[in-house]
Protein backbone atom coordinates (compact mmCIF):
# COMPACT_ATOMS: atom_id res chain seq x y z
CA UNK A 1 0.00 0.00 0.00
CA UNK A 2 1.26 2.95 -0.71
CA UNK A 3 0.53 6.29 1.39
CA UNK A 4 0.51 9.92 0.40
CA UNK A 5 0.34 12.46 2.95
CA UNK A 6 0.86 16.17 4.15
CA UNK A 7 3.07 16.30 6.63
CA UNK A 8 1.44 19.89 7.98
CA UNK A 9 -1.52 17.37 8.57
CA UNK A 10 -0.32 14.31 9.84
CA UNK A 11 3.33 13.85 11.63
CA UNK A 12 5.24 10.42 9.70
CA UNK A 13 5.17 9.37 13.36
CA UNK A 14 1.21 9.31 13.81
CA UNK A 15 1.55 7.32 10.17
CA UNK A 16 3.60 4.78 12.15
CA UNK A 17 1.59 4.44 15.59
CA UNK A 18 -1.53 3.81 13.00
CA UNK A 19 0.70 1.24 10.81
CA UNK A 20 1.80 -0.65 14.12
CA UNK A 21 -1.63 -0.15 16.20
CA UNK A 22 -3.50 -1.97 13.46
CA UNK A 23 -0.42 -4.53 12.17
CA UNK A 24 1.77 -5.79 15.20
CA UNK A 25 4.77 -7.96 12.73
CA UNK A 26 6.45 -10.17 14.95
CA UNK A 27 7.16 -12.69 12.85
CA UNK A 28 8.46 -13.35 9.30
CA UNK A 29 6.12 -14.28 6.67
CA UNK A 30 6.17 -15.20 2.54
CA UNK A 31 7.75 -12.63 0.49
CA UNK A 32 4.14 -11.22 -0.86
CA UNK A 33 2.93 -10.76 2.79
CA UNK A 34 5.59 -9.47 4.56
CA UNK A 35 5.53 -6.36 7.06
CA UNK A 36 7.78 -3.34 5.33
CA UNK A 37 8.30 0.46 5.38
CA UNK A 38 9.78 1.88 2.32
CA UNK A 39 10.97 4.92 3.60
CA UNK A 40 12.36 8.48 1.27
CA UNK A 41 14.92 9.61 2.88
CA UNK A 42 17.17 9.44 5.98
CA UNK A 43 15.02 10.85 8.56
CA UNK A 44 12.01 8.47 7.79
CA UNK A 45 14.42 5.41 8.08
CA UNK A 46 15.47 6.87 11.38
CA UNK A 47 11.97 7.82 12.89
CA UNK A 48 10.80 3.83 11.81
CA UNK A 49 13.83 2.35 13.82
CA UNK A 50 13.40 4.66 16.85
CA UNK A 51 10.14 3.31 16.60
CA UNK A 52 11.02 -0.02 16.19
CA UNK A 53 13.13 0.08 19.69
CA UNK A 54 10.34 2.17 21.64
CA UNK A 55 7.71 -0.68 20.09
CA UNK A 56 10.21 -3.26 21.34
CA UNK A 57 11.24 -2.30 24.65
CA UNK A 58 7.53 -1.15 25.72
CA UNK A 59 6.08 -4.93 24.75
CA UNK A 60 8.90 -7.46 24.87
CA UNK A 61 8.74 -8.41 21.37
CA UNK A 62 10.88 -8.82 18.42
CA UNK A 63 9.76 -6.51 15.24
CA UNK A 64 9.77 -8.15 12.33
CA UNK A 65 9.19 -5.19 9.82
CA UNK A 66 11.91 -4.57 7.05
CA UNK A 67 12.78 -1.31 6.48
CA UNK A 68 13.94 -0.31 2.67
CA UNK A 69 14.60 2.16 0.43
CA UNK A 70 11.50 3.55 -1.82
CA UNK A 71 11.87 2.19 -5.55
CA UNK A 72 9.59 2.80 -8.37
CA UNK A 73 5.87 2.01 -7.58
CA UNK A 74 3.73 -0.02 -9.83
CA UNK A 75 -0.06 0.42 -8.96
CA UNK A 76 -1.71 -3.04 -8.13
CA UNK A 77 -4.81 -4.08 -10.08
CA UNK A 78 -7.81 -2.03 -10.20
CA UNK A 79 -9.99 -4.23 -7.94
CA UNK A 80 -6.66 -3.95 -5.00
CA UNK A 81 -7.24 0.07 -5.79
CA UNK A 82 -9.25 1.94 -2.77
CA UNK A 83 -9.67 -1.49 -0.58
CA UNK A 84 -10.73 -0.27 2.77
CA UNK A 85 -12.82 2.36 0.99
CA UNK A 86 -14.56 -0.46 -0.69
CA UNK A 87 -14.97 -2.52 2.17
CA UNK A 88 -15.96 0.24 4.33
CA UNK A 89 -13.81 -1.79 7.29
CA UNK A 90 -11.82 1.70 8.62
CA UNK A 91 -11.01 1.13 12.05
CA UNK A 92 -9.34 4.25 13.12
Request: glycine content about 2%; aromatic content about 12%.
Amino acid sequence: MQIVFNPAEVSYDTLLDVFFSEHMPIRKSKPQYKSAVWTHNEEQANTIKSKIKSIEAAKGLKIMTDIENAKEWYDAEEYHQKYIEKQNTRRW
